[in-house]
């Protein structure tokens, strides 16, 4: 009889490949192996995304998709969504009378969060909370297996912890699930965090060639060998001929970090894309010349004047007015080729204009 596997991903939309070297690619090996439930966590989403739940449904049919392009074969295993099993909730409130709120405070993760992200109020119940509710998730299969990467692995260890309290008091009815540890160690974010969408550090699989290459060539020197390795999928003879070449003084890092992005590029749009994104990166970065290919946005606006934060806000090129105060500030954003600094600069839409934010995104808006 097969071990029973659970697990779930909450709806963020198209993945990145954090998701696919964290999780994606382990439930891709053991649905041959394992009978496994695999399940779109959309009631997670409201202990962080609460005062807007607009996008979730959209999000959820994004993620699966991927789920599906990538491998997860629905005739192999059970995908489901959270909310339309009302059994999760219910064991959720069941578990909470009995969980110590110790152990929920001690969560690093949940630390980790309040830390970083600054633009949502995070100090909620439900927030707090929430490994509750993944550990219903859980235990409401009698799973035996959970995949979980080394980040998760607190978490899992509350679910352990709450099941055996639970069989203390009640009678053994729940397995104590065990870690089923992905092969690969997490892929750092950019900025050597988790990689995360609420972090912004992130590399989306549909991503642009010149965006996954920009992206890479932005990660500090000493992450260069672990995105070659599990990011370009490079062999070990390659892996480390790369760490001997760092090595040398006269090794310019920055020729390895070429050869990951070209390689990453190459992984999902093709070795043709990855050339072409080297040639682009050098048109803009040494050449200080602007991309052949820019997006253009239109925005509905009650008035063509706005102040240049809430652009930076509507345009999706900042996820808060405190990321655009932060940004112009320091110099990092230009308008028509001229740097702002003055937060409460205001711009005229009824004209295209090009915008800059950061060394690599370019967008041309108009109202």
Not at 90 to 111: A, F, G, Q
Request: a negative charge.
């Amino acid at each position: 009889m097969k071990q029973r596997v659970v697990s779930g991903m909450r709806p963020s939309g198209r993945l990145h490949i954090g998701h696919y070297h964290g999780v994606l690619e382990n439930w891709v090996k053991m649905q041959d192996s394992y009978d496994c439930f695999f399940f779109v966590a959309d009631w997670h989403s409201l202990t962080t995304e609460y005062a807007d739940t607009s996008g979730i449904a959209q999000s959820t049919r994004d993620m699966v998709l991927d789920w599906v392009a990538f491998g997860l074969d629905p005739e192999k295993c059970v995908v489901f969504r959270q909310s339309l099993v009302p059994h999760h909730s219910e064991l959720n409130l069941i578990l909470s009378m009995i969980t110590p709120v110790s152990w929920l405070e001690r969560n690093p993760t949940y630390k980790e969060m309040l830390d970083n992200i600054e633009q949502r109020d995070l100090t909620t119940f439900g927030f707090l909370g929430y490994p509750v509710l993944m550990a219903a998730d859980i235990i409401l299969y009698k799973a035996t297996r959970v995949p979980v990467g080394q980040d998760q692995l607190p978490h899992l260890e509350i679910t352990r912890e709450i099941a055996r309290r639970f069989n203390h008091l009640y009678g053994q009815v729940f397995p104590e699930p065990e870690a089923l540890l992905t092969e690969t160690p997490k892929l750092p974010g950019l900025d050597g965090r988790k990689m995360s969408k609420s972090y912004n550090n992130y590399i989306a699989f549909n991503d642009t060639p010149r965006d996954i290459f920009g992206k890479v060539m932005s990660i500090p020197d000493n992450m260069i060998v672990r995105y070659f390795r599990y990011g370009a999928r490079a062999s070990e003879k390659d892996i480390k001929e790369m760490e001997e070449q760092l090595k040398s003084d006269s090794f310019n890092p920055r020729d390895a970090k070429v050869k990951t992005a070209k390689a990453i590029v190459a992984i999902y749009h093709g070795d043709e894309a990855g050339e072409n994104a080297l040639a682009e990166f050098d048109k803009i970065f040494k050449n200080k010349d602007i991309p052949d290919e820019i997006e253009e946005m239109k925005l509905d606006l009650p008035t063509a004047v706005q102040p240049l934060m809430d652009v930076l806000v509507l345009t999706n090129l900042v996820p808060s007015k405190k990321e655009a105060k932060r940004l112009i500030e320091q110099g990092g954003v230009m308008l028509d080729g001229e740097k702002i600094t003055d937060f409460r600069a205001e711009i005229d839409l009824s004209s295209e204009r090009l915008l800059k934010v950061g060394k690599r995104i370019f967008l041309k808006v108009k109202g």
